[in-house]
Protein backbone atom coordinates (compact mmCIF):
# COMPACT_ATOMS: atom_id res chain seq x y z
CA UNK A 1 0.00 0.00 0.00
CA UNK A 2 2.27 2.53 -1.07
CA UNK A 3 1.11 5.63 -0.07
CA UNK A 4 3.24 7.96 -2.66
CA UNK A 5 5.74 7.92 -4.74
CA UNK A 6 7.89 9.94 -2.07
CA UNK A 7 9.44 8.47 0.67
CA UNK A 8 8.49 8.56 4.03
CA UNK A 9 10.57 10.89 6.19
CA UNK A 10 11.52 9.64 9.54
CA UNK A 11 14.80 10.72 10.17
CA UNK A 12 14.39 14.20 12.09
CA UNK A 13 16.78 13.77 14.22
CA UNK A 14 19.35 14.30 11.92
CA UNK A 15 17.48 17.45 10.96
CA UNK A 16 14.14 18.48 10.10
CA UNK A 17 12.45 20.03 6.70
CA UNK A 18 12.44 24.08 6.86
CA UNK A 19 8.60 25.09 8.23
CA UNK A 20 7.38 26.71 4.75
CA UNK A 21 6.84 30.17 7.51
CA UNK A 22 10.38 30.30 8.22
CA UNK A 23 11.18 30.30 4.88
CA UNK A 24 9.18 32.73 4.25
CA UNK A 25 10.51 35.03 6.81
CA UNK A 26 13.87 33.97 5.34
CA UNK A 27 13.43 35.24 1.56
CA UNK A 28 13.60 39.26 1.75
CA UNK A 29 16.95 38.38 2.77
CA UNK A 30 18.28 36.52 0.06
CA UNK A 31 16.39 39.27 -1.66
CA UNK A 32 16.34 43.46 -1.80
CA UNK A 33 17.06 43.20 2.08
CA UNK A 34 20.51 41.46 1.75
CA UNK A 35 23.19 43.80 3.38
CA UNK A 36 25.78 42.84 5.75
CA UNK A 37 24.54 43.81 9.12
CA UNK A 38 27.44 45.02 10.18
CA UNK A 39 27.30 48.12 7.63
CA UNK A 40 26.41 50.56 10.41
CA UNK A 41 26.97 53.38 8.24
CA UNK A 42 23.67 53.45 6.44
CA UNK A 43 19.57 52.37 6.45
CA UNK A 44 20.01 48.86 4.57
CA UNK A 45 22.76 47.78 7.59
CA UNK A 46 20.43 48.90 10.30
CA UNK A 47 17.30 47.04 8.42
CA UNK A 48 19.93 44.13 8.95
CA UNK A 49 21.31 44.43 12.08
CA UNK A 50 17.32 44.83 13.41
CA UNK A 51 16.77 41.56 11.73
CA UNK A 52 19.50 40.14 13.77
CA UNK A 53 18.29 41.90 16.83
CA UNK A 54 15.15 40.60 16.40
CA UNK A 55 16.18 36.77 16.07
CA UNK A 56 18.68 37.02 18.30
CA UNK A 57 15.35 37.84 21.18
CA UNK A 58 13.36 35.48 19.31
CA UNK A 59 16.61 32.30 19.97
CA UNK A 60 17.02 33.81 23.65
CA UNK A 61 13.07 33.93 24.69
CA UNK A 62 12.87 30.04 23.74
CA UNK A 63 15.48 29.43 26.53
CA UNK A 64 15.07 31.91 28.95
CA UNK A 65 17.67 33.82 28.04
CA UNK A 66 19.35 37.31 27.57
CA UNK A 67 19.19 38.78 23.64
CA UNK A 68 23.14 39.37 24.73
CA UNK A 69 23.36 36.04 25.66
CA UNK A 70 23.29 34.60 22.31
CA UNK A 71 26.19 34.16 19.82
CA UNK A 72 25.40 33.07 16.46
CA UNK A 73 27.29 30.05 14.41
CA UNK A 74 27.49 28.20 12.06
CA UNK A 75 26.07 25.61 13.87
CA UNK A 76 25.76 23.06 16.63
CA UNK A 77 29.29 21.94 15.67
CA UNK A 78 30.82 25.13 15.95
CA UNK A 79 29.36 25.65 18.55
CA UNK A 80 30.47 22.54 20.90
CA UNK A 81 33.93 23.43 19.42
CA UNK A 82 33.52 27.09 21.14
CA UNK A 83 32.50 26.03 24.10
CA UNK A 84 35.00 23.19 24.65
CA UNK A 85 37.93 24.96 23.49
CA UNK A 86 37.22 28.22 24.48
CA UNK A 87 36.79 27.31 27.83
CA UNK A 88 39.84 25.05 28.29
CA UNK A 89 42.05 28.36 26.68
CA UNK A 90 40.20 30.58 28.92
CA UNK A 91 40.40 29.27 32.03
CA UNK A 92 43.91 26.97 31.62
CA UNK A 93 45.02 29.05 34.64
CA UNK A 94 42.39 27.66 36.78
CA UNK A 95 42.75 24.16 36.18
CA UNK A 96 43.11 21.59 33.37
CA UNK A 97 40.36 19.01 33.90
CA UNK A 98 37.17 18.33 32.34
CA UNK A 99 34.25 16.18 32.43
CA UNK A 100 31.82 14.70 29.71
CA UNK A 101 30.45 11.57 28.44
CA UNK A 102 30.75 8.34 26.38
CA UNK A 103 27.36 9.36 24.11
CA UNK A 104 28.01 12.57 23.46
CA UNK A 105 27.87 14.17 19.97
CA UNK A 106 31.34 13.69 18.05
CA UNK A 107 31.49 17.08 17.67
CA UNK A 108 32.01 17.07 21.61
CA UNK A 109 33.86 13.46 21.83
CA UNK A 110 36.27 15.11 18.96
CA UNK A 111 36.99 18.31 20.62
CA UNK A 112 37.40 16.39 24.08
CA UNK A 113 40.48 14.30 22.35
CA UNK A 114 41.18 17.17 20.16
CA UNK A 115 42.13 19.35 24.26
CA UNK A 116 43.57 15.74 25.41
CA UNK A 117 46.61 15.90 23.00
CA UNK A 118 47.05 19.86 24.31
CA UNK A 119 47.80 18.49 27.96
CA UNK A 120 44.01 18.93 29.16
CA UNK A 121 42.88 15.84 31.26
CA UNK A 122 39.24 14.69 30.35
CA UNK A 123 36.78 12.12 32.00
CA UNK A 124 34.67 10.15 29.95
CA UNK A 125 31.73 9.33 32.69
CA UNK A 126 30.19 5.89 31.23
CA UNK A 127 25.81 5.89 31.34
CA UNK A 128 23.47 3.26 32.73
CA UNK A 129 22.04 0.95 30.29
CA UNK A 130 19.10 3.38 30.38
CA UNK A 131 21.54 5.66 28.87
CA UNK A 132 21.75 8.05 31.84
CA UNK A 133 24.97 8.99 33.49
CA UNK A 134 24.94 8.44 37.28
CA UNK A 135 24.99 11.69 39.28
CA UNK A 136 27.17 10.03 41.68
CA UNK A 137 29.65 9.02 39.23
CA UNK A 138 29.98 12.75 38.22
CA UNK A 139 30.21 14.34 41.81
CA UNK A 140 32.89 11.92 42.46
CA UNK A 141 34.95 12.68 38.96
CA UNK A 142 34.68 16.57 39.77
CA UNK A 143 38.30 17.87 41.10
CA UNK A 144 39.67 21.29 42.16
CA UNK A 145 40.69 21.09 38.78
CA UNK A 146 37.89 20.94 37.11
CA UNK A 147 37.06 23.60 34.94
CA UNK A 148 33.97 22.72 32.43
CA UNK A 149 31.44 19.68 32.94
CA UNK A 150 30.08 19.11 29.39
CA UNK A 151 26.53 16.41 29.38
CA UNK A 152 24.08 16.06 26.11
CA UNK A 153 20.63 17.40 27.10
CA UNK A 154 18.88 15.03 24.77
CA UNK A 155 21.28 11.86 22.95
CA UNK A 156 20.39 12.40 19.18
CA UNK A 157 20.65 8.18 18.68
CA UNK A 158 18.42 6.88 21.39
CA UNK A 159 16.64 10.45 22.61
CA UNK A 160 17.45 10.07 26.46
CA UNK A 161 17.02 13.17 28.54
CA UNK A 162 19.65 13.62 31.41
CA UNK A 163 18.81 15.12 34.41
CA UNK A 164 20.22 18.62 33.21
CA UNK A 165 18.40 20.41 36.60
CA UNK A 166 20.66 18.20 38.76
CA UNK A 167 23.81 18.21 36.67
CA UNK A 168 23.44 22.33 36.91
CA UNK A 169 23.19 22.34 40.51
CA UNK A 170 25.90 20.07 41.32
CA UNK A 171 28.32 22.39 38.85
CA UNK A 172 26.81 25.48 40.58
CA UNK A 173 27.72 23.93 43.92
CA UNK A 174 31.17 22.94 42.92
CA UNK A 175 32.21 26.37 41.07
CA UNK A 176 31.99 24.54 37.58
CA UNK A 177 30.86 25.51 34.94
CA UNK A 178 28.42 23.79 32.76
CA UNK A 179 27.81 23.06 28.92
CA UNK A 180 24.99 21.25 27.46
CA UNK A 181 24.46 20.53 23.62
CA UNK A 182 21.04 21.27 23.80
CA UNK A 183 20.60 20.57 20.23
CA UNK A 184 18.15 17.81 19.97
CA UNK A 185 16.07 19.09 23.07
CA UNK A 186 15.70 23.01 22.52
CA UNK A 187 12.27 23.57 20.81
CA UNK A 188 11.48 19.90 21.78
CA UNK A 189 10.71 20.33 25.34
CA UNK A 190 11.00 22.53 27.70
CA UNK A 191 14.32 23.94 28.22
CA UNK A 192 15.46 26.81 31.01
CA UNK A 193 19.01 27.88 31.40
CA UNK A 194 18.19 29.87 34.64
CA UNK A 195 16.19 26.74 36.45
CA UNK A 196 18.81 24.25 34.78
CA UNK A 197 21.63 26.09 35.92
CA UNK A 198 23.10 26.21 32.43
CA UNK A 199 26.07 28.20 31.74
CA UNK A 200 26.58 27.63 27.95
CA UNK A 201 24.69 25.33 25.48
CA UNK A 202 24.48 24.50 22.14
CA UNK A 203 21.80 24.75 19.99
CA UNK A 204 21.18 24.17 16.18
CA UNK A 205 18.75 26.20 13.52
CA UNK A 206 18.13 22.54 11.30
CA UNK A 207 17.03 20.49 13.89
CA UNK A 208 14.09 22.90 14.75
CA UNK A 209 12.38 22.91 11.41
CA UNK A 210 14.93 25.84 10.65
CA UNK A 211 17.61 26.22 7.90
CA UNK A 212 20.68 24.65 8.22
CA UNK A 213 24.69 26.27 8.76
CA UNK A 214 23.39 28.46 11.42
CA UNK A 215 23.98 27.82 15.06
CA UNK A 216 24.09 29.60 18.47
CA UNK A 217 25.85 29.32 21.52
CA UNK A 218 24.45 30.65 24.83
CA UNK A 219 26.97 32.40 26.86
CA UNK A 220 25.94 33.42 30.61
CA UNK A 221 26.24 37.12 31.29
CA UNK A 222 26.32 37.09 34.64
CA UNK A 223 26.53 34.78 37.85
CA UNK A 224 28.82 33.28 36.84
CA UNK A 225 30.08 35.93 33.77
CA UNK A 226 31.58 33.25 31.47
CA UNK A 227 34.43 34.23 28.92
CA UNK A 228 35.22 32.25 26.15
CA UNK A 229 38.64 32.29 24.03
CA UNK A 230 37.14 32.39 20.30
CA UNK A 231 38.31 30.20 17.94
CA UNK A 232 37.61 32.38 14.82
CA UNK A 233 39.28 35.81 15.01
CA UNK A 234 38.56 38.65 12.70
CA UNK A 235 36.46 41.84 13.34
CA UNK A 236 35.40 41.02 16.65
CA UNK A 237 31.47 40.23 15.63
CA UNK A 238 29.55 38.21 18.59
CA UNK A 239 31.08 40.14 21.19
CA UNK A 240 34.22 39.22 20.16
CA UNK A 241 33.37 35.47 20.67
CA UNK A 242 32.73 34.70 16.69
CA UNK A 243 34.41 37.11 14.17
CA UNK A 244 32.62 36.94 10.59
CA UNK A 245 30.30 38.50 8.89
CA UNK A 246 27.15 37.55 9.96
CA UNK A 247 24.34 34.98 7.69
CA UNK A 248 21.68 37.44 8.04
CA UNK A 249 19.30 34.85 6.02
CA UNK A 250 20.12 31.98 8.01
CA UNK A 251 19.90 33.90 11.50
CA UNK A 252 16.59 35.33 10.41
CA UNK A 253 15.16 31.58 9.86
CA UNK A 254 16.35 30.25 13.33
CA UNK A 255 15.15 33.03 14.57
CA UNK A 256 11.15 32.51 13.59
CA UNK A 257 12.12 28.79 13.77
CA UNK A 258 12.61 29.51 17.19
CA UNK A 259 9.42 31.33 17.95
CA UNK A 260 7.59 28.66 16.30
CA UNK A 261 8.94 26.19 18.20
CA UNK A 262 8.34 27.88 21.40
CA UNK A 263 4.70 28.78 20.84
CA UNK A 264 3.70 25.42 19.57
CA UNK A 265 6.09 23.01 21.73
CA UNK A 266 3.35 22.18 24.25
CA UNK A 267 1.02 21.09 21.25
CA UNK A 268 3.57 19.29 18.98
CA UNK A 269 5.38 17.35 21.68
CA UNK A 270 1.66 15.92 22.94
CA UNK A 271 1.17 14.89 19.10
CA UNK A 272 4.75 13.70 19.01
CA UNK A 273 4.19 11.83 21.69
CA UNK A 274 0.81 10.03 20.61
CA UNK A 275 2.53 9.05 16.83
CA UNK A 276 5.68 7.39 18.68
CA UNK A 277 3.41 5.56 21.12
CA UNK A 278 1.44 4.28 18.19
CA UNK A 279 3.85 3.77 15.98
CA UNK A 280 5.64 1.05 19.20
CA UNK A 281 1.88 0.17 19.59
CA UNK A 282 1.62 -1.26 16.07
CA UNK A 283 5.19 -2.86 15.97
CA UNK A 284 4.60 -4.88 19.44
CA UNK A 285 1.20 -6.34 17.97
CA UNK A 286 3.05 -8.43 15.66
CA UNK A 287 6.57 -8.89 16.32
CA UNK A 288 8.20 -10.18 19.45
CA UNK A 289 11.81 -9.79 19.78
CA UNK A 290 12.07 -6.24 19.37
CA UNK A 291 13.99 -4.09 22.01
CA UNK A 292 14.09 -0.46 23.17
CA UNK A 293 17.13 1.48 23.05
CA UNK A 294 17.28 4.14 25.76
CA UNK A 295 15.37 4.55 28.78
CA UNK A 296 11.34 5.29 27.80
CA UNK A 297 10.03 7.80 30.14
CA UNK A 298 13.03 9.97 30.20
CA UNK A 299 12.98 10.83 26.44
CA UNK A 300 11.87 13.36 23.89
CA UNK A 301 8.85 12.91 22.59
CA UNK A 302 9.67 12.00 18.45
CA UNK A 303 12.13 9.52 19.17
CA UNK A 304 11.79 6.03 19.28
CA UNK A 305 14.78 3.39 18.82
CA UNK A 306 14.25 -0.32 18.57
CA UNK A 307 16.68 -3.22 18.12
CA UNK A 308 14.86 -5.78 15.77
CA UNK A 309 16.50 -9.32 16.85
CA UNK A 310 17.37 -11.84 14.28
CA UNK A 311 17.29 -9.05 11.37
CA UNK A 312 20.49 -8.02 9.62
CA UNK A 313 19.92 -4.18 9.97
CA UNK A 314 20.88 -3.66 6.36
CA UNK A 315 18.37 -5.98 4.91
CA UNK A 316 15.97 -4.38 6.79
CA UNK A 317 17.04 -0.84 5.30
CA UNK A 318 16.98 -2.10 2.16
CA UNK A 319 13.11 -3.75 2.52
CA UNK A 320 12.02 -0.32 3.71
CA UNK A 321 13.70 1.83 1.34
CA UNK A 322 10.78 3.97 0.92
CA UNK A 323 11.32 5.21 4.29
CA UNK A 324 13.92 7.41 5.40
CA UNK A 325 15.21 6.32 8.97
CA UNK A 326 18.95 6.00 10.09
CA UNK A 327 20.29 2.58 11.21
CA UNK A 328 22.95 1.86 14.22
CA UNK A 329 24.35 -0.59 11.84
CA UNK A 330 27.31 -0.22 9.73
CA UNK A 331 26.14 0.91 6.36
CA UNK A 332 25.39 4.41 7.62
CA UNK A 333 29.06 4.85 8.60
CA UNK A 334 32.14 4.11 6.63
CA UNK A 335 33.40 2.23 9.63
CA UNK A 336 32.32 -1.41 10.41
CA UNK A 337 31.69 -0.76 13.96
CA UNK A 338 28.28 -0.73 15.28
CA UNK A 339 26.85 3.15 16.65
CA UNK A 340 29.01 3.77 19.93
CA UNK A 341 26.17 5.11 21.49
CA UNK A 342 24.28 1.82 21.64
CA UNK A 343 27.56 0.30 22.68
CA UNK A 344 27.71 2.52 25.63
CA UNK A 345 24.71 1.32 26.91
CA UNK A 346 25.37 -2.54 26.43
CA UNK A 347 23.71 -3.39 23.86
CA UNK A 348 25.27 -6.38 22.07
CA UNK A 349 27.13 -6.44 18.66
CA UNK A 350 24.15 -8.41 17.31
CA UNK A 351 21.75 -6.26 18.86
CA UNK A 352 22.92 -2.79 17.87
CA UNK A 353 23.08 -4.00 14.18
CA UNK A 354 19.76 -4.28 13.75
CA UNK A 355 18.95 -1.11 15.48
CA UNK A 356 16.36 1.36 14.13
CA UNK A 357 16.06 5.07 15.05
CA UNK A 358 12.68 6.78 14.07
CA UNK A 359 12.89 9.95 14.33
CA UNK A 360 8.79 11.45 13.96
CA UNK A 361 8.47 15.28 13.84
CA UNK A 362 6.23 18.02 12.69
CA UNK A 363 5.08 16.74 9.57
CA UNK A 364 4.68 13.35 9.39
CA UNK A 365 0.92 12.27 10.05
CA UNK A 366 -0.94 8.93 11.56
CA UNK A 367 -1.54 7.56 7.94
CA UNK A 368 2.52 7.39 7.84
CA UNK A 369 2.88 5.98 10.64
CA UNK A 370 0.31 3.42 10.30
CA UNK A 371 2.11 2.53 6.84
CA UNK A 372 5.84 2.39 8.53
CA UNK A 373 4.55 0.12 10.59
CA UNK A 374 3.03 -2.46 8.73
CA UNK A 375 6.43 -1.94 6.21
CA UNK A 376 8.49 -2.58 9.25
CA UNK A 377 6.80 -5.68 10.37
CA UNK A 378 6.20 -7.63 7.16
CA UNK A 379 9.59 -6.68 6.72
CA UNK A 380 10.95 -7.84 9.86
CA UNK A 381 8.42 -11.40 9.38
CA UNK A 382 10.04 -12.08 5.66
CA UNK A 383 13.87 -11.93 7.11
CA UNK A 384 13.12 -13.62 10.15
CA UNK A 385 11.68 -16.26 8.27
CA UNK A 386 14.88 -16.55 6.35
CA UNK A 387 16.77 -16.80 9.54
CA UNK A 388 17.76 -20.32 11.30
CA UNK A 389 18.53 -18.77 14.72
CA UNK A 390 14.87 -16.76 14.58
CA UNK A 391 13.45 -20.40 14.19
CA UNK A 392 15.75 -21.94 17.08
CA UNK A 393 14.56 -19.20 19.69
CA UNK A 394 11.42 -20.21 18.53
CA UNK A 395 11.44 -23.73 19.48
CA UNK A 396 12.94 -22.51 22.60
CA UNK A 397 16.65 -23.56 22.22
CA UNK A 398 19.11 -20.80 24.49
CA UNK A 399 21.57 -20.15 21.22
CA UNK A 400 23.88 -18.93 24.38
CA UNK A 401 24.45 -22.48 25.32
CA UNK A 402 24.72 -23.71 21.05
CA UNK A 403 28.29 -25.15 20.88
CA UNK A 404 28.78 -23.51 17.16
CA UNK A 405 31.23 -26.23 15.58
CA UNK A 406 32.50 -25.47 11.83
CA UNK A 407 32.57 -29.17 10.19
Not at 272 to 284: F, H, P, V
Request: glycine share 8%.
Amino acid sequence: MAMSNRPIYMDNQATTPVDPRVLEAMLPYFGERFVNAASRNHQFGWDAEEAVDNARKQVAALINAHPKEIVFTSGATESDNLALKGVAEMYGQKGDHIITCVTEHKAIIDSAKHLEKQGVRVTFLPVERNGLIDLDDLERAITDKTILISIMTANNEVGVVQDIREIGRIARERGVLFHTDAVQAVGKIPFDVQAMNVDIASLSAHKMYGPKGVGALYVRRRNPRVLLTPIIDGGGHERGMRSGTLNVPGIVGFGRAAELSMNELEDESRRLGALRDRLLARLREKLDEIYINGDMERRIPGNLNISFAYVEGESLLMGIDDVAVSSGSACTSASLEPSYVLKALGVGEDLAHTSIRFGLGRFNTEDEVDYVADKVTGTVQRLRELSPLYEMVKEGIDLSTVNWTAD
